[in-house]
């Protein structure tokens, strides 16, 4: 500190905070290397796709979610949410084949269709059993980490998965020898590897052996129905109903906590802290969402809020009447009312949940 004896008390700060920023900078990634190894390359190309930015605005180009816009080009990734089904392919990432193809019919249903084919858009045929039957019957899928990778859609990593799947190849080959007779060749068996996107496990890593099915071992990184998981286990991605796909817990660092299983349902303490139930159907992966250190990002400057494609949020009181309740005045003014949104709904502790309106599977019990 003699070298800096005789300096402004405000030089002297920001000496010392631009070397505590560095070091803790230096740690931060000292520490996220030693957690875990993102892939630099590039996403798989079957399972990615461009999509066009919407800014916040409908399908009438009118702003509908405000401060919007921007930001960096974006490739979607496939995410297996389901993590049930038994029959995972990578489609072409042009236009016309993913048109041609729904979400369902890419991660497919395990019903088999006319000359068994699996069957277009997911749709179960005649005569086959929907994996989520009153049987309690899963299909199992087992695999294998590739690699960890960055996805820009989404504040948590994802793992790309090899599975190796037995496959018969029902395309017959016509030989004609003469204008009567018609050879067919036999229906071969081969082994083809086929590939998806899950989002990542707090401590998966490439090479780690994940599968999904309701016998499977309680695992990081494997799936299973909630019927299956024993009390007090951590798990995320789980599903509003049996086969919607993983719609809760899927965030960041975040779990959700299975409390109590009742008749039908299972009780879980989400990340607010309220207390949901859901069918004992459906499907939930064991442990907590990756990149823990999500939270502790700092965007270091207003640009990098940018190439997130968000936009500038701009206060009530710095706005026009006509923009803003809280707008106008002869210089600076507190607003002149309780803080309200810009068509006047009260912003800090009003209720906006309607009571009159049922929520399904809503338990509205607390600190069990």
């Not at 800096?4 to 803790?24: D, P, S």
């Not at 309690?136 to 994802?158: A, L, Q, T």
């Not at 016998?215 to 909630?226: D, K």
């Not at 299975?258 to 207390?275: D, F, Q």
Request: glycine content about 12%.
């Amino acid at each position: 500190m003699h070298i800096l004896h005789g300096c402004n008390q405000g030089v002297v700060f920001e000496i010392l905070k631009k070397r505590f920023v560095k070091v803790y900078n230096d740690m931060s990634k000292e520490i996220l290397s030693k957690e875990i190894t993102i892939w630099k390359g590039k996403p798989k190309k079957g399972l990615t796709f461009g999509i066009k930015k919407k800014a916040g605005r409908n399908n009438q180009g009118k702003i509908t979610i405000r401060h919007r816009g921007g930001g960096h080009k974006r490739l979607l990734r496939i995410i297996d949410f389901k993590r049930s089904y038994t029959d995972i392919k990578e489609v072409g990432n042009d236009k016309q084949s993913l048109l041609n193809t729904s979400f369902l019919d890419r991660i497919r249903l395990p019903g088999q269709g006319a000359e068994g084919r699996p069957d277009r858009g997911g749709k179960l045929s005649a005569g086959t059993i929907s994996p989520f039957s009153q049987t309690g019957e899963y299909p199992e899928k087992s695999g294998i980490v590739e690699r960890i990778e960055y996805d820009p859609n989404r504040s948590s990593w994802i793992a790309l998965i090899g599975h190796l799947n037995k496959e018969k190849t029902k395309y017959p080959v016509e030989n004609r020898k003469s204008s009567n007779e018609v050879t067919v060749s036999p229906i071969k068996e081969q082994s083809v590897q086929s590939m998806s996107y899950i989002l990542a496990s707090h401590q998966l890593k490439a090479g780690d052996f994940v599968s999904s099915g309701p016998n499977v071992e309680i695992r990081t990184g494997n799936a299973l129905p909630l019927i299956s998981i024993p009390l007090g286990t951590l798990v995320h991605n789980i599903e509003l109903y049996p086969g919607s796909g993983g719609q809760v817990v899927r965030a960041a660092g975040t779990s959700a906590q299975l409390i109590k299983k009742h008749n039908k349902y299972a009780i879980l303490r989400l990340p607010s802290g309220e207390l949901k139930s859901f069918p004992l159907q459906c499907m939930a992966t064991i442990g907590i969402v990756s990149n823990l250190n999500h939270f502790n990002t700092d965007l270091k400057k207003a640009g990098a809020s940018r190439w997130l494609g968000r936009r500038p949020t701009v206060r009530g009181v710095a706005m026009n009447p006509i923009d803003h309740p809280h707008g106008g005045g002869e210089g600076r003014t507190s607003g002149g009312r309780p803080s309200v949104s810009p068509w006047g709904k009260p912003t800090k502790g009003f209720k906006t949940r309607s009571v009159r309106k049922k929520r399904l599977y809503l338990k509205k019990i607390f600190g069990v």
